[in-house]
Structures are given as C-alpha cells and as structure tokens.
T-cell receptor
Framework: GESVGLHLPTLSVQEGDNSIINCAYS??????FIWYKQESGKGPQFIID?????DKRQGQRVTVLLNKTVKHLSLQIAATQPGDSAVYFC????????????FGTGTLLAVQP | NAGVMQNPRHLVRRRGQEARLRCSPM?????VYWYRQLPEEGLKFMVY????????ESGMPKERFSAEFPKEGPSILRIQQVVRGDSAAYFC??????????FGEGSRLTVL
C-alpha cells in the first residue's frame, strides 16, 4: 500500500542569523544530554553535551541550554552558515553507565544564503 | 586514527534473504552500540555489546535479529528472513568504558 512519510520540523534561517533549535525530553531521570548534527547520508556527529547539574554550556558558536523544570533543551547556533544545514537531534541518557541514548525526532535546519 | 567503520554502506536484499552488517569500532574502544533509523526519524537503540558479551539487547526485535562482537573481528548485526519493514539505516557507535559515543556512517538496507 501507499505509505505516508513523516515530515521533520524545519527551521529556515538566513545566513548570518542566529538559530535556536528546541527539544523536549521525556525522562526526568536523564542526567546527560547531547546534541548531534546529521548531514544527508552520514552518521550523527557530536556537537555539544551538557550534564543535568548545569543549565548552560558554550562551545564554539554553539550554546546548549537545559531547563530541567520543563524538561526542555535548546541548541543555539550563532552566525549560522550554509555548512550548518543538516538535521539536528537531541539525545538523552536516562542514567546508568552506558551510552544507551534516547533520540528526539530531529529538526531540519535549512540555511538560506 | 580511523573512526567507526561500517560496511557495507548500502545493501539491497530481497524479502526472505539474510542481511549481515559489520562494524569495526574506533581503536581503543571496547563498547559497541547498534541503532536503527527509519526515514525522517531519530535513531532507536537496538543493542549494546562488549567483547564476547551482549550487555543490553532490549531494543532488538526478539525474532530474526541477532548481534555479536567476537573476541577478534568486527561486530556483526544479522537480520534473517528480511522483510520490507527492515529497510532502514543501521548505525554502529563505539565508546570507551565511559565517554563520548562516536558513530559510523551507517549501513543502508533496502529490502525489495
């Protein structure tokens, strides 16, 4: 039969603007969170992480904010570039000494030159 | 230092055939994870292995799927009697005992 595809949430920004990608996580026991970037046809690439004892962490052009009260995570990309175009996933680690991650559904970032 | 190596990158199988996907972890990594990604979805955990041991296979279907990580050689994800619903990208990732998870480029399985 015919299948209906899912459509990723899409964020379209102009080159040079700042981007904010949001994510709601599911497990209040999660103590470690990661943002991944996935380009078409490639594997997820680590961007930045944050532990639950922090509410903000900065990297090069990226900042992750964690709000445990509402179980919300955001990724801010400063001065977005065409090379930032990709699908971005948040992932949570529900705890324990493993890398058994729970991934969100992803957001497609489209950067317009 | 080579990253996580997966092969084949693309695999086409007919319904009922077997698919074998291979993963060589990064040098120095003893922990291997397999994740599955359906089109336009996030990755879903399947199985976590250490050398010669399956640690957690809670995300793996009970039938037709198996995984191993032998003492020598790559980790293998094996899917027997494939069906169309098995079509997906299968990603392997590796890590040290603790720390960052590194993903391979994935193996894309298409079942005709």
């Amino acid at each position: 039969g015919e299948s209906v595809g899912l459509h990723l949430p899409t964020l379209s920004v102009q080159e040079g603007d700042n981007s904010i990608i949001n994510c709601a996580y599911s497990n209040s026991a999660s103590d470690y969170f990661i943002w991944y970037k996935q380009e078409s046809g490639k594997g997820p690439q680590f961007i930045i992480d944050i532990r639950s004892n922090m509410d903000k962490r900065q990297g090069q052009r990226v900042t992750v904010l964690l709000n445990k009260t509402v179980k919300h995570l955001s990724l801010q990309i400063a001065a977005t570039q065409p090379g930032d175009s990709a699908v971005y996933f948040c992932a949570e680690n529900p705890g324990g000494a493993t890398n058994k991650l729970i991934f969100g559904t992803g957001t497609l970032l489209a950067v317009q030159p | 230092n080579a990253g996580v190596m997966q092969n084949p990158r693309h695999l086409v199988r007919r319904r009922g055939q077997e698919a074998r996907l291979r993963c060589s972890p990064m040098k120095g990594h003893s922990h291997v994870y397999w994740y599955r990604q359906l089109p336009e979805e996030g990755l879903k955990f399947m199985v976590y292995l250490q050398k010669e041991n399956i640690i957690d296979e809670s995300g793996m279907p009970k039938e037709r799927f198996s995984a191993e990580f032998p003492k020598e050689g790559p980790s293998i994800l094996r899917i027997q009697q494939v069906v169309r619903g098995d079509s997906a990208a299968y990603f392997c990732a590796s890590s040290r005992v603790t720390g960052e998870l590194f993903f391979g480029e994935g193996s894309r399985l298409t079942v005709l």
